[in-house]
């Protein structure tokens, strides 16, 4: 089959595979590869995913707090300002239910883009790197904007941040954040903030690997800006910036960047 863009579809289907064969080939025992096999192939990525988020969540998570707080942690924060276990433990829990949820968002952009409803092309080669490079800043400024709105609409709707983006700020000091906040969300909630990666793929050509490669380094994102380390980093949106946003509740909604807060 052939996409909107005179691109294969076909070779969407055969990444996915390989995905799905590198990742569950690698994690899972040999009968539990077994019965993986068996499954249909949207359940196989869901499960790639579902794994990769996980060990990506607790692998950058676990390693960011060994040298925030064990290894430089005397010389990082003051006295009484690193988070207590339980308070870690609780972010953990949260974060962990959700993951199950937000792995179903790159399944369904998966489906949609093998089906041919984006403007998401295979390779490189299709546009050129002068074009991907284009795309690539066209695409993260929509991305920008998506999340910046969807993020500051949870706040100006009440209804909506106390049905969902209440459980992400009751870390509201920073005692009390840590990167283990940086997934602990409603897990409607971080689909949302999420969905414009999924969106972007509607009007604007972009490599769909790089588009999955985005979505997940979202997490490793997160871990960063919740360790409440002030590095100052502007134009770029490090902890100091969206320490605020936790302690203020109407401050900094942007994603990687500041310019949408000025800007709005």
């Not at 595979?17 to 359940?43: H, M, S, V």
């Given at each position: ?41 949207w ?15 607790l ?60 403007l ?29 709105w ?10 909506a ?59 490793i ?7 409440c ?22 401050h ?13």
């Amino acid at each position: 089959a052939v996409g909107p863009t005179g691109v294969d579809l076909g070779l969407f289907v055969a990444e996915a595979e390989w995905k799905n064969e590198l990742i569950l080939g690698n994690l899972l025992p040999a009968e539990a590869k077994q019965f993986a096999d068996g499954l249909p192939r949207w359940a196989r990525s869901w499960l790639r995913c579902y794994l990769s988020a996980v060990l990506l969540y607790l692998g950058v998570g676990g390693l960011w707090m060994y040298f925030c707080y064990c290894a430089w942690g005397d010389s990082l924060y003051p006295k009484g300002t690193i988070p207590k276990a339980r308070d870690i433990l609780e972010q953990t829990r949260v974060s962990l239910l959700a993951i199950p949820l937000y792995s179903a968002l790159p399944v369904a952009v998966e489906w949609v883009v093998e089906h041919g409803y984006t403007l998401a092309y295979p390779t490189i080669g299709c546009y050129g790197l002068p074009m991907y490079l284009f795309f690539f800043a066209a695409y993260m400024t929509s991305v920008e904007f998506g999340v910046y709105w969807m993020h500051r609409l949870l706040h100006d709707i009440r209804p909506a941040y106390k049905a969902l983006h209440a459980t992400h700020h009751i870390y509201n000091q920073n005692n009390t954040l840590s990167p283990m906040a940086g997934l602990a969300f409603h897990a409607w909630d971080g689909i949302l903030q999420a969905v414009p990666y999924a969106w972007s793929l509607f009007f604007i050509p972009m490599h769909y690997t790089t588009h999955e490669l985005l979505l997940f380094a979202t997490a490793i994102w997160t871990t960063n800006i919740h360790d409440c380390l002030d590095g100052r980093c502007e134009p770029i949106m490090g902890a100091g910036y969206h320490t605020i946003h936790h302690t203020t509740y109407k401050h900094n909604y942007g994603h990687y960047f500041v310019y949408m807060d000025k800007l709005f």
